[in-house]
């Protein structure tokens, strides 16, 4: 199953933008968070490149729904590993657990990892468009 999963993925080039979501719990950090996500969300599109960002597909929830942080981690990682083939890095990643977690499971599964801080945008763009 991986590997029809790993060639499905080489076929449809989609980024996971990862990166720190709820920080210290305060409102006005998680949409800030939210916002930096939403901005590289944004410039993906307009360069047409699909991607998917659980910022986006859950803003908010912690006020809205009162599932735990592990159902959203895990329903995270489940997305990720089986709909993206890249993953785009968002600054603050260090202190994040969560995207210490993506990071080394697309280390695992030995797929690309490209980081905003480091010009990943411009390289995703690149990455995309190779065959």
């Known amino acids: 199953m991986e590997k029809l999963i790993n060639r499905k993925l080489k076929e449809f080039k989609m980024v996971g933008i990862v990166g720190p979501y709820y920080g210290n719990g305060v409102w006005d950090v998680i949409e800030e968070n939210v916002l930096r996500a939403e901005s590289v969300a944004i410039a993906l599109a307009n360069l ?19 599932a735990s942080e592990d159902f959203y981690k895990k329903q995270n990682m489940y997305l990720l590993t089986t709909t993206c083939s ?3 890095v968002l600054p603050g990643w260090k202190t994040s657990s969560g995207t210490l977690a993506e990071i080394a499971e697309f280390k695992r599964l030995g797929r690309p990892i490209f980081y905003v801080e480091k010009g990943g945008l411009e390289q995703v763009e690149e990455w995309v468009k190779e065959k």
């Open 86 to 88: 890249a993953i785009l």
């Open 48 to 66: 047409e490149i699909p991607f998917y960002c659980a910022h986006l597909h859950t803003r908010h929830f912690e006020t809205k729904a009162h």
